[in-house]
């Protein structure tokens, strides 16, 4: 505001220069058309009429002109200029000159000198005009336009602080929802809230859906293992009763294979949790670094089968998907394929309006009345291949997780399974 008051005080006092400057300008034009040169050379000039204001010929009036001639030295000067000195230096023709000066009595004075030629005769005009009147008016007027200054600042401090004061009501709102939260009163929060925080409000809610479907998912994992286990256990009990009854070589046989089995579903979540490694809630999938480690984990894994695990990224090619759910992802469905497959398996990533992997294999494959079991919980299509038939299950329910599609077809390359995970772009509300 102090910068407004001061470019409106500038601009005033320099449009009034302006104008002064520009009327003086016009009095100067009417001088012009009323000189007249004699044809002789030894008599002085002379004005006719003119029409210029009458102040001119009126003593200290304010308003003041000189005629400087050139060939004779001399100079015609207005009646009210009789004991007013104006500087007027000798300017050629087409010169102009815009000063401000000092009077006699102290007042200013703005000066339009120009250098003219007529009749074959040089002179110079000096016109001035005495603009204390105009500055007390200007000094009035910034007084007043100081005044709504502080008024206009006064008013914008008053709105700025009601909206910043509604803003900041709108925000408790957000704190009660947090509060809801915390006690289980509430699933997400108000939209309800300024615009300049509302990306952030909807990015918190995405993230909380995002945390309620990956506890839907932990607790299906933690549902599939106990179920998985409980089986087991209770023929390890069995057996151990049984034992005690004289039946124990039958009976150990059976201790040995259902703790077998304990075992490998150990060692499967065991190799879930190394697929997925230690990395932070919320860190993104590289897909040039992570996939070439992944592959050579799940090489070591089946060193005896002498894999060759190859992988192909299309360029420009990102999935914008948390690193532990595509890492559990697709290291279930590489694992699956290698496990299957009798020396090749392929993962080919590309975009479709979204991302596609394709997973690919040299194995035996599946018939098209088989694809719809794949995902079921537990199943297991060959008793005799190690594991407890849920890791489909679970990649299934990450694709659901990020709404996307999870198909199963015959390779057309390889002559095995084609499992094709298609994942968008965003993850709807």
Not at 253 to 269: D, F, G, V
Request: with cysteine; aromatic share 6%.
């Amino acid at each position: 505001m102090l910068l407004f008051w001061w470019a409106g005080s500038l601009a005033s006092s320099l449009l009034t220069d302006s104008f002064v400057y520009s009327r003086l300008r016009t009095d100067a034009d009417s001088l012009v058309a009323a000189i007249d040169f004699p044809e002789l050379g030894l008599d002085q000039p002379r004005l006719g009429e003119s029409r210029l204001n009458p102040a001119y010929e009126e003593p200290f009036s304010g308003k003041y002109y000189v005629i400087k001639l050139e060939e004779t030295s001399g100079e015609i000067t207005s009646r009210s200029a009789w004991e007013q000195s104006l500087p007027v230096p000798a300017l050629a023709a087409g010169q102009l000159r815009k000063i401000e000066i000092v009077g006699v009595a102290g007042e200013p004075l703005l000066l339009w000198l120009g250098g003219f030629s007529k009749q074959g005769h040089g002179f110079t005009i000096g016109i001035a005009e005495d603009i204390t009147p105009i500055r007390e008016r200007l000094t009035i007027f910034k007084w007043y336009f100081a005044a709504i200054s502080g008024l206009l600042l006064v008013a914008l401090l008053t709105v700025q602080h009601l909206i910043v004061r509604r803003s900041v009501q709108k925000l408790d709102v957000i704190r009660s929802d947090m509060n809801k939260l915390e006690h289980g009163q509430a699933v997400s929060l108000s939209e309800d809230v300024p615009s300049e925080i509302l990306p952030l409000v909807q990015e918190f809610n995405r993230l909380l859906l995002r945390f309620d479907k990956r506890l839907k998912q932990s607790r299906n994992s933690v549902g599939n293992l106990a179920h998985s286990l409980k089986g087991p256990l209770n023929l390890l009990l069995r057996s151990s009763e049984a034992a005690d009854g004289g039946h124990s070589s039958e009976q150990q046989l059976a201790i040995t294979q259902n703790s077998e089995r304990i075992r490998q579903l150990i060692e499967s979540e065991l190799k879930r949790a190394r697929l997925a490694g230690r990395s932070a809630a919320g860190q993104l999938f590289d897909l040039e670094e992570e996939l070439p480690a992944l592959c050579g984990l799940l090489k070591q894994e089946y060193s005896e089968k002498n894999v060759d695990i190859r992988h192909t990224i299309a360029p420009g090619v990102a999935l914008i998907h948390d690193r532990q759910d595509m890492l559990e992802l697709i290291g279930n469905l590489l694992d699956n394929a290698t496990k299957w497959a009798s020396s090749v398996v392929m993962l080919t990533v590309r975009e479709a309006n979204g991302v596609m992997l394709d997973i690919e294999d040299d194995g035996p494959g599946c018939s098209p009345d088989e694809f719809s079991r794949l995902t079921q919980r537990g199943v297991r299509l060959d008793e005799s291949v190690s594991g407890h038939g849920l890791g489909l299950s679970i990649v299934k329910d990450i694709v659901d997780t990020y709404d996307g599609t999870l198909e199963f077809s015959a390779s057309t390359r390889l002559g095995g399974l084609r499992v094709s995970v298609f994942l968008p772009d965003t993850v709807a509300n």
